[in-house]
């Protein structure tokens, strides 16, 4: 009976303060008594075959009983309908032990507790857009899916949004169009907040405000300890520092306090042709002659993406254009819409949500993915080159079935990199000094996604030789940089050494201040370390 008052105590913390403390041992103590019942025949498990779960088999156990209804099992209608959620198949292939969907920070906070316990590895997904296996999915593992923390509160100043890091960015536009306001943010509606903002977070309103990570007053983390705070540049400098650029190495991040703005309609959409030399040289001029001329009007921004069309077997290519007001073709555009021979159109007057949809409709799920990533100075040149490797690359290669390669270049501009350093600045290691630059990605800048496992070699053969090729050129023309995008990045990729060493050896002294156990980095070991 001892045992199971200690249980119910455990589950009457559901009703606790957030910011009510667990810690290791209450929790280790909770897990012992946990075993003792099923030892003595109290309580039964899943896994009736055995009296003595250890490792995950009972960390998901211990969570199902002291949090009902949040934890689901495979075969499950729950579990499937999660794993569904996933836009790369690499990442819905994973079958973790059991999936863990709390319902408040405070149930995070035992999950990270639990797994230290059990010592069962375990990942974190917000959105699920990561494109490789174990990026916020894992195989045999617990996965904590952070789904129900959908929290959408706008200050009473209509100054900040305080955003649980489950939603998706299209729950976050929705309710902030209605009130004529906007956060940075993603571009494609079904990409979470959390992915997205711990890893940079280029949005629609960059030129103006730079990237998401450099938007957040305060993040609300779960510390390795279990303990849950608010992390501003006031509370944690380091700390914050290091959230803004550093992926999931320092914590679980449960809300975003993100700076909030006026914001109506806007005029955007995509103007798009049949390749050709004359048409893409012209287009990636205006890339070049956009990076130097942002800062005029920052309102003006572009994504340019070349793509191989199967089913008319040939190459296409999209401006996609985004005017921060509803005003129609303006000058700073104006580049992009000035070649003649446009196959397809849809410029126009809309809002965030429905851009962001639009985007999503041309970003299907359910596909292999591949995305790898470069930058580079601006260049008149660069960008032609670059282009010709990814074709040499994909052409040899273009039956694989169902593929769909695109190499997509947008503008790094001075008046974005200025941002950067708010608040004692991001851990990206870029600074105006840098220059304007533009980011290369394979996958949404080199986008590939394919069907069968059968071709997984050619494809990721081209993508790396791609990187390589474009590497060593960008670099011999004097326009090389090191700067990997973590939100593009391929697995392969090394991401935090190209922030630059003095970055990296602050990342890695706050991850050893706050995480000295090394939680992060050993129990969840999917995704990028910095270790």
Known sequence: ?????????????????QNEALTIDFVSSQIDDFLQLIQ????????????????????????????????????????????????SIFQ????????????????????????????????????????FSGASNIDGGLTIDLLKLNQVTVSADQTQ???????????????????????????????????LTLGGGMSFFSGRYGWACDNVNTYEVVFADGSIREVSYSTYPDLYFALRGGGNNFGIVTRFDLLTFPQGDLWAGSQTYLYSNETATAL????YWLNVNAPSDPFGQVILAYAYVQSFGAWAMSADLQYGKPVAYPPILSNFTKPPGAIATDLGITNLTALTISFNDTNP????ETYWTLTVKNSPT??????????????????????????VFQPLTNNIISHFSRNGGNALGITTADGPLISCAVVVNIAISWSSANDDAKVFGAASSFISRSNTTAYSQGVGFPFIYQNYAALQQPVFENYGQKNLEKLRAVSEKYDPFSVWQKLQPGYFKIF
């Open 1 to 17: 009976m001892r045992h199971l008052l200690h249980l119910l105590g455990l589950l009457g913390l559901e009703v606790a303060a």
């Open 40 to 87: 003595n025949g109290s309580l039964a498990t899943r896994d009736t075959s055995s009296r003595q779960p250890s490792g995950c088999a009972l960390a998901c156990s211990f969570l199902n009983f002291a949090r009902r209804g949040q934890v689901s099992f495979p075969e499950s209608t729950v579990y499937e309908y999660q794993e569904s959620r996933y836009w």
């Open 92 to 131: 819905a292939a994973d079958t973790p032990t059991c999936r863990f969907a709390p319902i408040n920070p405070l149930g995070v906070s035992l999950a990270v507790l639990t797994v230290q316990v059990t010592q069962c590895e375990f990942a974190v997904k917000s959105g699920g857009h990561g494109m």
């Open 161 to 195: 949004t305080s955003i649980g890091s489950g939603n998706r960015w299209v729950d976050v536009y929705s309710a902030l169009d209605l009130k004529g306001l906007s956060v940075i943010g993603g571009r494609v509606a079904d990409i979470g907040v959390g992915g």
């Open 284 to 287: 990636n001029d205006a890339v």
């Open 365 to 368: 799920g359910g596909f292999r």
């Open 382 to 407: 660069i960008l032609n080159d670059l282009l010709n490797i990814f074709m040499d690359e994909i052409n040899p290669i273009n039956t694989v079935a169902n593929m769909t390669p695109a190499i």
